[in-house]
């Protein structure tokens, strides 16, 4: 090892303590080193603890200034690094940070791990319509250990935005667009990142984002504005966020939007006064990819000194490849703008993570090429990945039971820009998942059927390009079989970051495809393979049946053919409405109610002309292999106080011939509110498995605290009067009762 210098021979001991415990004593005992490492460090040493720069040629935004990024993690001026991932590179580039600076203070290294990172599972949109919170705590677990097996410290995940607009190419990201199973499922992956001790070395920072609103922007254009009150604010983008900070989360990044005219990353209100204030969130906050400087682009910074100030100001701790705090902070400084404790702030945040992740103790802890070895793509990661997907599934029609499938039937015809392709079903921030690791839909089936089955195959057309010559091809092949299975929908780049689309068909020609492929008279099953929900109106009226699959990842082939051989019952329910239009976007379950809401054969209501209101497959929705009957739905009482819970009970019975799991779904409506409130809001949910025949009682819990909203005040309120309980299998199919919140000196409370 080369000599380090006494100061960081002495800061390298005196930090190393491990995790941070959770008693008050400990905590101190963190802060007092900390304080001590601090007194040794130099103004330029503490920028660039808050200064992050992404590792040569593997730019995931605009690319920022050339700089000898080496170089300047042996001047200290480098606090993290993301994109560079690898436990031999790593660690050449940890020795560096820890052997040659002057102090020593190890890097975190980060990257976007969103579902998986050698072994890739569903897109996060896709994990969502499991609503098996467990699966996925376990499959971002899987994620973590072989991210910390390459050298990664820290993820930029999850994604918790709400996202009602499924334009918007990011939506593939998160969990839909209801706050209350957005708010489980990011507690859920923060749990399965981080663990219970951050030290472990088969865990990673997890880091909460877009903070916030960035789903709500305007047209679903990627990066537009968003202009929402802030009882939206509270009430349905910030729920999934507090979850997480609730949860553990180690850190939160800022988005790129403004919310009501102000950008994010300068927004004292969101950092400072709730998540740091109000929420108590100990962790850092990073800038989204050169947000801080992007002020000056929306109109708010007139250069990059009042942007770093505004950034600094609003609690922002970690400049994500901006550069402006590694040029500005000291100007700031030394103009009296701010004073040294800003910054200090800020690196004390970044320290204590690195203590809590035990890179004092052992800085090579992640570097380990043996554990890389063993761990990547690990037989039992990918039977995991394998059960994620195939939860993943969504039934969305299945006339006359075509599904499932006879394993010995005579011919398959398997058609579609998607059903011999692995690059593109690993979908979009596949970290480092390969497309020659995929098992693609034909290999699947070809893998299921037996040995007699031939399973033909034609491509029929490109994914999205306006070339029909191979049709002629495909049309034969159909003709050839006793079934069609139909692999259509969106490549990888079609959805994520920067990639909204103003048209939800399927691209290219692959609807004039399926169109000439039900001339030929065959029973088509489609196999949709998307990052988004997309319009099938036609496909809905046609097809007789229809799986959305997502983009499921490295297992997606295994995946579907256990669903379409029937030896997975599939499970899956939409986290997010598909409309019948683009027209009609956005379209969700949990609106309000309007003065003139739609009547039938009424003109002047709140309605389409050509379409209907409501969507074409609604929040919640799927199906099965087998049919489940609601009856009998039950209340412990009818009139409550404030302290009081409420039981609701209903029974649910396997009605069909073979055992299958249902979700089901609880949601409520209060009737009358000093603020409109939405015609129905999920409050719980179980997903259980039910044999043939076999019937259940379920039973949901609620408080009155499920009850409530931010008044006009923005004071969460709970008020007295009559509220409905909804219980189903969707957010439309559903049983209903009444019951009232009785009035007493409790029963309006503010939090």
């Not at 800022?254 to 709730?274: H, K, M, R, V, Y």
């Not at 839909?441 to 191979?470: H, M, Q, R, Y």
């Not at 393979?529 to 009226?541: D, H, I, K, Q, Y």
């Amino acid at each position: 090892m080369k000599k380090i210098s006494l100061v960081g021979i002495i800061c390298l001991v005196l930090l190393n303590i491990g995790v941070i415990a959770q008693d008050n004593s400990n905590k101190n005992k963190t802060d007092v080193r900390i304080d001590s490492l601090l007194q040794h460090m130099t103004l330029e040493e503490k920028i660039g603890q808050v200064t992050q720069y992404a590792w040569h040629m593997t730019m995931t935004g605009p690319e920022g200034k050339e700089i000898d990024l080496q170089q300047e993690i042996k001047n200290g001026k480098v606090g993290s690094v993301l994109n560079l991932s690898g436990a031999d590179e790593t660690y050449e580039i940890q020795k560096i940070a820890v052997e040659q600076s002057r102090l020593g203070i190890p890097i975190i290294f980060g990257l976007d791990v969103i579902h998986g990172y050698k072994t890739i599972f569903p897109i996060p949109l896709g994990e969502a319509a499991s609503w098996d919170i467990d699966a996925i705590e376990r499959s971002a677990r899987i994620a973590a250990s072989e991210a910390a097996a390459a050298g990664i410290h820290w993820t930029f995940a999850p994604m918790v935005d709400i996202a009602r607009d499924p334009r918007w190419g990011r939506i593939m990201e998160g969990a839909g667009e209801d706050p209350y199973l957005g708010a489980c499922i990011a507690a859920a992956r923060v749990r399965g990142f981080q663990g219970n001790d951050l030290s472990d070395p088969n865990t990673i920072l997890a880091c909460v984002k877009h903070y916030a609103a960035y789903g709500a922007a305007i047209a679903g254009r990627d990066y537009n504005t968003v202009d929402i009150s802030r009882q939206t604010l509270r009430g349905i983008y910030l729920p999934p966020f507090k979850a997480a900070v609730d949860a553990g989360a180690g850190s939160v990044m800022t988005s790129f939007n403004e919310l009501n005219g102000i950008p994010a990353t300068g927004s004292d209100f969101l950092i400072n006064e709730i998540l740091k204030n109000h929420w108590n969130f100990k962790g850092f906050v990073v800038s989204d990819w050169n947000a801080i400087r992007e002020m000056i682009a929306h109109g708010f910074a007139k250069d990059t000194y009042e942007a770093a100030l505004y950034a600094i100001h609003a609690g922002v701790d970690m400049d994500m490849m901006g550069m402006i705090y590694s040029t500005e902070l000291s100007n700031l400084l030394n103009d009296n703008i701010i004073t040294e404790n800003n910054i200090d702030e800020a690196v004390k945040r970044i320290l204590r993570t690195k203590v809590s992740l035990g890179l004092f103790r052992d800085p090579y802890k992640y570097c380990s090429t043996k554990r890389e070895h063993e761990l990547l793509l690990h037989p039992d990661h990918c039977e995991a990945a394998r059960d994620m997907a195939r939860k993943s599934i969504v039934l969305l029609k299945n006339e006359n039971n075509v599904l499932p499938l006879n394993k010995n039937i005579k011919s398959i015809a398997v058609i579609g820009p998607l059903a011999d392709n692995k690059d593109d079903l690993i979908g979009s921030w596949s970290a480092r998942g390969e497309g020659k690791d995929v098992i693609t839909l034909l290999a699947g089936i070809k893998s299921k059927v037996s040995p007699k089955t031939k399973v033909l195959f034609a491509k029929g057309c490109n994914i999205n390009d306006e070339d029909t010559s191979l049709f002629k091809k495909a049309i034969e092949t159909a003709e050839q079989a006793e079934i069609i299975i139909a692999a259509v929908g969106e490549s990888r780049d079609m959805s994520g970051e920067a990639a909204s689309r103003a048209y939800l068909d399927l691209p290219g020609v692959q609807n004039q495809l399926l169109r000439e492929l039900n001339k030929t008279g065959k029973p088509i099953i489609v196999v949709l393979a998307n990052g988004r929900p997309l319009v099938l109106t036609w496909m809905s009226e046609h097809i007789p049946a229809i799986l959305e699959t997502w983009l499921l990842g490295t297992q997606t082939g295994h995946a579907v053919a256990d669903v379409l051989f029937g030896d997975y019952n599939p499970s899956g329910k939409l986290p997010v409405s598909f409309p019948y239009a683009v027209g009609q976007i956005p379209v969700y379950y949990n609106h309000k109610s309007t003065g003139r809401p739609e009547v039938q054969n009424t003109r002047y209501c709140s309605k389409y002309l050509d379409i209907p209101n409501k969507p074409l497959y609604p929040f919640g929705y799927g199906l099965s292999y087998t049919t489940f009957a609601y009856s009998d739905l039950q209340l412990n009482k009818y009139e409550i106080l404030v302290n009081d819970t409420l039981y609701a009970s209903i029974n649910i019975k396997n009605t069909g011939e073979t055992a299958g799991e249902e979700t089901i779904q609880l949601y409520i409506r209060d009737v009358v509110a000093s603020l409109t409130r939405p015609v129905k809001e999920l409050k719980r949910f179980k997903k259980i498995m039910l044999d043939a025949g076999e019937c259940k009682e379920i039973g949901f819990t609620l408080s009155a605290a499920d009850l409530g909203f931010y008044n006009q005040n923005m004071n969460y309120t709970i008020e007295p009067g009559k509220f409905k309980i909804f219980i189903g299998t969707n957010s439309e199919n559903t049983l209903e009762t009444d019951f009232v919140l009785l009035p007493d000196s409790l029963s309006e409370t503010e939090k």
